[in-house]
């Protein structure tokens, strides 16, 4: 299961990508998560190695994404109670 910050990532590579017609740069996501460079690679190599994204690990732009979605979210708990109740 993703952390917080790694979903917060992929979204942002997700969406940045049809927008801008590439991905965004260290800059770019500093801006959007607070965290530097450092610590954004690491997420990056997270995600890499989690299957969501391709990387050689040089620069932003040689990001490939591979799933853009994160399949292992829990049922939203409130929702699932009421199905079925009325």
Do not use: C
């Not at 998560?33 to 890499?48: A, D, F, P, S, Y």
């Amino acid at each position: 299961m993703l952390r917080d910050i790694e979903r917060k990532v992929l979204a942002i590579l997700r969406n940045f990508t049809p927008a801008q017609k590439r991905m965004p740069t260290f800059r770019e996501l500093f801006i959007k998560t607070g965290k530097h460079e450092n610590e954004i690679r690491h997420i990056l190599n997270q995600l890499q190695a989690a299957g969501y994204i391709e990387w050689d690990g040089a620069n932003t732009f040689s990001i490939g994404i591979i799933k853009g979605w994160v399949s292992d979210q829990p049922p939203i708990s409130g929702i699932d109670s009421f199905i079925g109740k009325f």
